[in-house]
């Protein structure tokens, strides 16, 4: 059963960082891409970022330079670090594995910048 676990959201106020983590199961998790999507209260789903299997990265122009994506194979999990955070970057953020199409996802970690 393919399981993805986000973790690190929380409230922190504008210039602050966080530090999300997705641990991954049930599935061989070196051999696929990931992706952050995040989604606002009232606005569509939105790509952040995406990591390839080669550690290749792609960032969305709103968070170029200001999130990391990175992937740990040993653990089987994938951080976005986020740094001077804004009030806009409020939304659920989630991850899923995969780039482009998405056939998983996980429930979700809300980070709130206020």
């Known amino acids: 059963q393919v399981q993805l676990v986000e973790s690190g959201g929380g409230l922190v106020q504008p210039g602050g960082s966080l530090r999300l983590s997705c641990a991954g199961s049930g599935f061989a998790f070196d051999r696929w891409g990931m992706t952050w999507v995040r989604q606002a209260p009232g606005k569509e789903r939105e790509f952040v970022s995406s990591i390839s299997t080669d550690g290749t990265t792609s960032y969305a122009d709103s968070v170029k330079g200001q999130f990391t994506i990175s992937k740990d194979k040993a653990k089987d999990t994938v951080y976005l670090q986020m740094n001077s955070l804004k009030t806009e970057d409020t939304a659920m953020y989630y991850c899923?594995?995969?780039?482009?199409?998405?056939?998983?996802w996980g429930q979700g970690t809300q980070v709130t910048v206020s």
């Open positions: 899923a594995a995969g780039q482009g199409s998405l056939p998983y």
